[in-house]
């Protein structure tokens, strides 16, 4: 009988994998390169990939997966390559898992299972420490102690286990289940602590700034553009997940406009539901964002896909937002999207930005390194359009006393003249609809006249 490949005998930085999945008649995959992105998360997390094995079904094999031949090629397939671990580029059953790992002998990972171990060694923050953690509980946790008898406690802190089991949990996580649910419920309640908190502080910028969202698919390019746009300070790197924390900076406008911009944590297909759940205030960031910026990597030959994938995201998340919102009576509106065409300077010639174009008309074509190229300035007009609002020619009139306001009026329209009094002062000026309304919310004395 084959021997089971425990977690606690394999190097992180040296197992050797073996690549499987069941194309099924609904699959959505890259059909230029089918193994491309698990091929590209499995090497984030120390694998080293040996082999690739597929087969086509109408449905999924109750207790394998894959048919009963081709699980035994797969066993043949890891000996041959000495390899010592198998992922899935599915979600597996407990049962499923141990029946592979019964007849191969090796150590099998489901797709959820190595992105939640991706999002583990990526995790910095203490936020994001807890949104990983409470994610592996609720998922990992339950399914390690179906497959692996002889696994009697989690490995954390990105210790010795091998992909799947790095976490910056406790080191020793004991199976009474008693103490898995207190667990779970201190965690629950410190994440949902944070959360409420940031929440409220994304509610109260909206008030007093234009705010503007960078999203899309993991490793478009969301960081670096964030970088270029911004003073920076997020985290850029040419790997999935390089960001799990949301940053916002200061985005100058220029002319005395300035809005402020978020960097989110990227989106992947099959997304496990558990880590959306723990990573929901992070991702609600973009929520309350006046225009979202989705960020689609153009070069990319899966990019249909991956901008599929970010927009069903995005309104499963908006439609639980809106739900949750009108329960609490307050009024939302989802934020307007703007597709941005990103890395064209790695395209040899212009034909995927046309073809690009043709579906979404209104797309900007940008090279997120590079903030001389072109398109940088129709994003910029485009945002500042936006944040402006309808421009009119107003009388405004303002205490002399309220410097702030008549300060924020100078530096943020076109001031046509002044009409001076013995305490206010009447500024003739080209002004938005919307700095209008940010004056008002924030306490502005004044009075607006045609």
Request: charged share 30%.
């Amino acid at each position: 009988m084959p021997v089971k490949q425990e977690r606690t005998e394999i190097e992180v930085q040296s197992e050797r994998t073996v690549l499987a999945a069941v194309r099924l008649p609904e699959s959505r995959y890259d059909k230029s390169d089918p193994f491309g992105e698990l091929r590209s998360l499995a090497e984030q997390a120390g694998a080293i990939v040996v082999g690739e094995l597929t087969q086509a079904l109408d449905r999924p094999v109750a207790g394998t997966f894959m048919g009963s031949g081709k699980v035994q090629e797969l066993k043949n397939l890891c000996e041959a390559l000495d390899a010592k671990t198998i992922i899935f580029d599915h979600d597996l059953a407990p049962k499923q898992i141990a029946n592979i790992e019964e007849i191969t002998g090796r150590k099998v990972i489901d797709r959820s299972e190595l992105i939640l171990d991706i999002f583990a060694s990526r995790a910095t923050t203490h936020e994001a420490k807890l949104q990983v953690e409470l994610a592996q509980l609720e998922y990992t946790y339950p399914r390690l102690r179906a497959m692996w008898d002889h696994l009697e406690r989690i490995v954390g802190r990105g210790g010795i286990g091998g992909i799947g089991t790095r976490g910056p949990g406790e080191q020793q996580l004991e199976i009474d289940r008693r103490l898995v649910q207190a667990k779970r419920v201190d965690l629950q309640r410190e994440l949902a602590t944070i959360q409420d908190r940031k929440r409220r502080e994304v509610r109260e910028r909206k008030v007093d700034f234009f705010t503007v969202g960078l999203v899309g698919y993991t490793n478009a390019g969301k960081s670096t553009l964030f970088n270029t746009l911004t003073a920076g300070g997020a985290y850029a790197d040419d790997r999935p997940f390089a960001t799990l924390i949301s940053r916002t900076r200061n985005w100058d406008m220029g002319g005395g406009l300035s809005v402020m911009l978020s960097d989110t944590v990227g989106f992947v297909r099959d997304l496990p539901t558990n880590l959306i759940a723990s990573f929901r205030a992070t991702l609600e960031e973009a929520t309350h964002a006046d225009v979202l910026l989705i960020v689609l990597d153009v070069s990319d030959p899966a990019a249909e896909l991956q901008f599929h994938t970010v927009n069903e995201t995005l309104d499963g998340i908006f439609k639980e937002v809106a739900e949750r919102e009108a329960k609490e009576g307050i009024s939302w509106t989802p934020p307007r999207r703007v597709l941005l065409l990103n890395k064209i300077d790695r395209l040899k010639d212009n034909r995927e930005v046309l073809i690009w174009k043709g579906k979404v008309p209104d797309a900007i074509a940008i090279s997120g390194r590079d903030l001389s190229h072109p398109g940088h300035a129709e994003l910029r007009d485009r945002v500042r359009a936006a944040a402006q609002g309808t421009i009119e020619e107003l009388s405004i009139t303002v205490p002399l006393s309220d410097s702030k306001t008549i300060h924020t009026i100078e530096n943020r329209s076109q001031v046509l003249s002044r009409d001076y009094s013995t305490d206010s002062v009447t500024l003739r000026a080209r002004i938005g609809s919307r700095q209008l309304d940010q004056l008002r919310s924030a306490g502005a004395r004044m009075a607006v006249h045609k």
